[in-house]
């Protein structure tokens, strides 16, 4: 295998596994929720006496089985409110028919006044997305990126199984009991008893086991854990659990070549961009313009194949905010903002875990950053924003201005140009790095001036503060850059100007009338 532009190997379960932390947002779990639960799979699948085939399946149904959970989270929040709280409820209910409308008719409208939750009752009864109807949509979802990440028909066919039931009430009903494959009837005992094991320990977790035999799970699973649950749930709570589920692995490790990461970047890219109507194909937007201006702006290969890859994951983290603040129409609270502003920390804290993928995270964090330090989640400003985070930063901002939002229309291109533009002038973004994206979105170039002496516009901008007599403190403070570059600016100065102070500086300034243009 060729080496990975990350700067390391790149392996499919840590690519899956980092997908299991964007799923444990989008169904309002907290983050290793999945990994916990595949602990508790896997342990079962050894207890069985599961082959290592049997055992690479309830692998990898585990860390996807929900993952299509936010396909659908547009029509979750229209009807329920908050989608994330809505699924996190799921766990507590056993839904079979009569529960099931129970759960779905106590949620119609939640969190807003009577008279709307009984207006959208009357259109639910009509117009609703059923709980079956919405499962499909999950496992669908699913079983398409397991398939674009190259995953064995093993696989897909427990991820299609998800949701089906022991006793033949699940979705999509075709098969009951031990026609259920394995994986499927494994993955689905540990996800209700991981979760019931973090609220209420050990007795919980068997409670829930029991009360749920021979309708949701399979009865020998059930004894098979009721017997064991001690030793199956030890250790989880203090136990770091993505380098014990990495290291889990049954098979011999998948390492994927250059063009596989790229395919499963873009299909995550994909996924990821369902979660809002209003955001489909603007990962890879981003991300290709991004590529293109980072090309055209002369950054060699390797850093422009990082600005895309990290521009197709730089929204993962949108999955733990609720749809009912990514499609409101109106104003924002200062709550709602604040989760908003949460989005690219997450995404960094997902990538974060493998030591593959966190170069990337560490770009993609970046991009609602500002030159000024207005921006978020970590008020970054001048030089702690790298060239590829001012880079993804400026195609982000365009290629979000020229699509439509729930609050707005797009923006003509021209429109965002100018607007882009106008953020340099504010010290928002970096000038090069938005000429750049300009340029790759087709907008004419505008030409760079010859400045006398070799200077750049850069060093312009530093001579005619350096005339005006600001130290190079105040310079770095005045050009949102540290200290240390406003120094190097002006010793480049010097040297091209041929001078050694501020006033001969100040002379030639003069002559080539450098401070009026």
Known sequence: MSAQPTGARVRLAELVAMISLGTDLGMGQPMEHVLRQSLIALRLAERVGLDEHERVAVYYVSLLAWVGCHVDAYEQAKWFGDDLALKADTRFVDLNDLPAKVFVAGRIGAG???????????????????????IENHWRATNALAESLGLSADVRDGLYQTFERWDGKGVPAEVRGHDIRVAARLVNLADVVEVFHRAGGVDAAVAVARERSGTQFDPMLVELFCAAAPDVLRGLDELTTWPAVIDAEPALEIVLTEPELDGALEAIADFTDLKSPW????????????HAAAAAAGMPAYEATLVRRAGLLHDL????????????RGPLTAAELERVRLHPYLTERMLASSAALAPLGAIAVQHHERLDG???????????????????????????MTEARPHRTARPGEEA??????????????????EAVLAAAGHPARHRRDWPAGLTSREVEVLRLLVRGLSNKEIAEQLVISRKTAGSHVE?????????????????AMKHGLMTV
């Open 112 to 134: 807003r006044g009577l008279l709307e939750r009984a207006r959208l009752g009357v259109q639910y009864v009509g117009d609703g997305l059923r709980p079956r109807e919405a």
């Open 279 to 290: 955001t489909i194909g603007h990962s890879r937007g981003v991300a290709d313009l991004a």
């Open 317 to 328: 983290g949108r999955l733990g905010v609720s749809n009912a603040i990514w499609d409101k």
């Open 417 to 434: 140009a100018a607007e882009l533009r106008a953020g340099v002038r504010r010290s928002l973004f970096d000038g090069e790095a938005v």
């Open 374 to 400: 207005s921006g978020y989640p970590g008020g970054l400003s001048g030089d702690a924003l790298t060239p590829a985070g001012r880079m993804l930063a400026a195609a982000d901002a365009y290629h979000a």
């Open 492 to 508: 480049h100065i010097y040297t091209k100007l041929g001078v050694s102070n501020r006033a001969q500086a100040s002379l030639f």
